[in-house]
Each structure stands twice: as structure tokens, then as C-alpha cells.
């Protein structure tokens, strides 16, 4: 079975008051990674991810899930 990353960055990152490049400063990234991120266009490393999770104070589980596919 073929599972999809989801992700609830955008409303985590929105929650907190910042913008794409406020967040992506804080974990050293451009703007455009967290754009990317959000859109599911890029899946990020596990070191982004930890990042990511440090800076909106939430545990990575919060922010990232497996969405099953159809198939199997």
C-alpha cells in the first residue's frame, strides 16, 4: 500500500501569528521551502521536519501524517 505525506503546516504556522518567511527563518530555510512543504510539492527531511516542529512548539505527529491511498 502506497501512502501519501499529509500535513498541517499552514494552519499550525497561521495558529501562531507568522508568515512563510517568519517560520522559515526560524528554521533556516527560504520562503519558498515552506511554500513547498504546505503544498505538498516537497517532502521534507526528517531534519526539517524536527525544525519545523521546534519552531510552532508542537510535536512532529502534529504537524506531519500518513494519508493512505485507495490501493491495497
Not at 495558529?15 to 517560520?23: F, I, N, V, Y
Not at 508542537?58 to 491495497?72: A, N, Q, R
Request: net charge positive.
Amino acid at each position: 500500500m502506497t501512502s501519501k505525506l499529509a500535513n498541517k503546516l499552514k494552519a499550525l504556522r497561521a495558529r501562531e501569528g507568522l508568515t512563510q518567511a517568519e517560520l522559515a527563518a526560524r528554521v533556516g530555510v527560504t520562503r519558498k521551502t515552506i511554500n513547498t512543504v504546505e503544498n505538498r510539492v516537497f517532502v521534507p527531511s526528517t531534519i526539517l521536519a524536527l525544525k519545523l516542529a521546534a519552531a510552532l512548539s508542537v510535536p512532529v505527529e502534529d504537524i506531519f501524517s500518513l494519508e493512505p491511498s485507495g490501493e491495497g
